[in-house]
Every structure is written in C-alpha cells, then in structure tokens.
T-cell receptor
C-alpha cells in the first residue's frame, strides 16, 4: 500500500519568515496530493491541493510543488503569521479515493 | 449546509462495551470515510464507502464495523471496546476519489 512520510515533525519560525514542509510517497499510482490544516480541537481542513498533471500551484501565501519522478511534494508558506500556527498534514490518494496521510507537522509561528 | 456532523463529541466507555459513532453529511457526497487520529500520528483510515450499500476496509479495520444504507449516513460501530481504541475519530466525505475531503469535528473516545 501507499506510504507517506512527512518532515519535519515540528517547525518553529519567526513571524514573516517562510516555512517549508516536505512529503514523500511510495505509490506511483497516487495522483492527488492535498494539504490539510488542523487547528486544536477541530477536524482537518483543506488549504491547497495539487494533481499529478501539475508541477506547482499557488494560492496567495501558500504554494505546493510536486515532483512525480522523485515522488515528493512540498508545502511552502511565505510571510508566516501567528494564525498559521497549527498542525499540517499532507496526503496522497489514488483514483480509488483512499487517502494516506503523513504524520503531521506542528508549525509554530512566533510573533 | 451543515457539512459533516458527528455525534457524540465525547464518549467514555468501559472495556467490552459497544457503541455507534454517528456521521452524517448533507452535501450529497458519494464517498465517506472514517479515520482515527492518535497523538503524534496522522489519520489512519478505518473503513470507507464509495456509495450507498458499498463499504471496504482501510488500514486499521479490526474491531470496527460500518454500513452505508443511505448516501447521507455512515455510522461506525465498535463491537467490543478496548483501551487501544481510545482515540479521536474523524468522519470525512467527498464527491468522489480523488477529491477534497471534508472532515467532521471529531469524536473523542476514551475506553477505560
């Protein structure tokens, strides 16, 4: 089955700096790669996603890149703000709709 | 739209008891899934459904049963609760795979 590894497990940055979270996946059949943000006591919420036919996608301060050959994808957050502090999860899924999640990254943005 | 709703929000069980975690969505999504989340770990798929009457096992199905009699509802049954099932349970739905999943607020379960 699919295996998704996510690094780092914790990340602390100063407000205004950039944050990068990386994930690798094992199943070449995976074709959809979402990123979720989970705030304390809440369910995960999608922040950005990318499909296997696209190399990069950007939405304001958030961007995701995908390297299919190397089987890795990354989340980039620029100009970080304290409200970006949360746990971030990457995931990989196939046409079957089964998603495999990484173990999460706890991002702390210090004011 | 209420989105994905889950009940109860919190439950305490004794070992050996059974219970059902409820999940409902009002977005007419075909796909629904149950995940468990343990401290320091990601979400692990328990069971999923691609439509009414169709269910399949995920990564950690043992000790859990599901059924999907309607598009809206996808209950998760714990047959005989064990302390190892102490976790936070999330239900999610999507139009189809692979697509964005919408998660419920979670059910926090403690098995003593």
């Amino acid at each position: 089955g699919e295996n998704v590894e996510q690094h780092p497990s914790t990340l602390s940055v100063q407000e205004g700096d950039s944050a990068v979270i990386k994930c690798t996946y094992s199943d070449s059949a995976s074709n959809y790669f979402p990123w979720y943000k989970q705030e304390l006591g809440k369910g995960p919420q999608l922040i950005i996603d990318i499909r296997s036919n696209v190399g990069e996608k950007k939405d304001q301060r958030i961007a995701v890149t995908l390297n299919k050959t190397a089987k890795h994808f990354s989340l980039h957050i620029t100009e970080t703000q304290p409200e970006d502090s949360a746990v971030y999860f990457c995931a990989a899924s196939t046409y079957a709709g089964k998603s495999t999640f990484g173990d999460g990254t706890t991002l702390t943005v210090k004011p | 739209n209420a989105g994905v709703t889950q009940t109860p929000k919190f439950q305490v069980l004794k070992t050996g008891q059974s219970m059902t975690l409820q999940c409902a969505q009002d977005m007419n999504h075909e796909y629904m899934s149950w995940y468990r989340q343990d401290p320091g770990m990601g979400l692990r798929l328990i069971h999923y459904s691609v439509g009414a009457g169709i269910t399949d096992q995920g990564e950690v199905p043992n000790g859990y049963n599901v059924s999907r009699s309607t598009t809206e509802d996808f209950p998760l049954r714990l047959l005989s609760a064990a302390p190892s099932q102490t976790s936070v349970y999330f239900c999610a739905s999507s139009y189809g795979g692979p697509e964005t999943q919408y998660f419920g607020p979670g059910t926090r379960l403690l098995v003593l």
